[in-house]
């Protein structure tokens, strides 16, 4: 893969970390300066997204054009994919060089991969490339002090947007860390799950990791409620308990 801004007529995904604009990596930051044209999914034109929030921390001398995206499965968010994918294929044919922004990472659990799958269909020699960014789960790691994993541990990285029923699996190998993304409004039944498997202390939630209203404490201190959507959790595996510093 050649280094994002080494030519035109590419698409490159460039991760932006989950919030606080110091995550973001210094590769991101010369991707987003070298590209001809930075591009942001937001809820509509008129709002200003998380991750485009972040390039104006980051990098307020770069504009962001948005791209209205619909997250909901179905035939609102095709339509929105559609429109997203037609404007950047019309950046690239005119020879740009197109930066899309996204949370996290754009390799994890982003909404970039489907929209190169749909520019590249149109345009099959679009060079896709990606910027790796700093995920939620480790950012939230390091704000608790929690080590994640050590020696031969391993990590289940799952999503709660169909239920608990991903995590409640995930929690069979007590060896293993358990990362759950999306699940917010699941926070209830997901607490009750980790005591259920012995593994609620210790485990973590976090929302709007960096940004304001920011929130880190513990699963069975906001369990009582739903979270917010992009919430994340993290459960060290069942002997460290939390694995502090």
């Known amino acids: 893969m050649s280094s994002p801004g080494t030519g035109m007529n590419a698409l490159v995904g460039v991760g932006v970390g989950p919030g606080d604009p110091e ?29 485009e929030s972040i390039v104006r921390q980051a990098c307020p001398d770069v504009p962001v054009e948005r791209l209205a995206f619909e997250m909901a499965p179905g035939p609102a968010r095709d339509r929105a994919l559609g429109q997203a994918a037609g404007r950047v294929v019309e950046l690239l044919d005119a020879g740009l060089q197109v930066a899309f922004v996204t949370l996290g990472d754009p390799n994890v659990y982003s909404t970039f991969p489907t929209l190169a799958a749909v520019v590249r269909a149109q345009r099959p020699a679009t060079t896709v490339e990606t910027v790796p960014g700093i995920t939620a789960f ?16 391993r990590l289940h990285l799952v999503t709660a947007l169909d239920g608990p029923g991903a995590v409640a699996r995930a929690l069979v190998d007590p060896d293993a860390a358990v990362v759950v993304y999306k699940g917010g409004r699941h926070l209830p039944a997901i607490a009750k799950a980790l005591a259920a498997a012995g593994r609620l202390d210790g485990a973590l939630v976090g929302e709007l ?13 906001a369990a009582a409620a739903p979270a917010s959507y992009l919430a994340t959790v993290v459960v060290p595996p069942a002997g460290s308990a939390g694995g502090s510093r």
């Open 23 to 51: 995550l973001v990596t210094a590769r991101a930051v010369r991707a987003l300066r070298e590209a001809d044209r930075v591009v942001a999914p937001a809820s509509a034109v008129d709002a200003v997204g998380r991750a």
């Open 209 to 221: 990791l960096g940004l304001p209203g920011e929130r880190v404490t513990s699963v069975a201190d």
């Open 138 to 153: 480790q950012a939230l790691a390091a704000q608790a002090g929690t080590v994640l994993l050590t020696g031969t541990e």
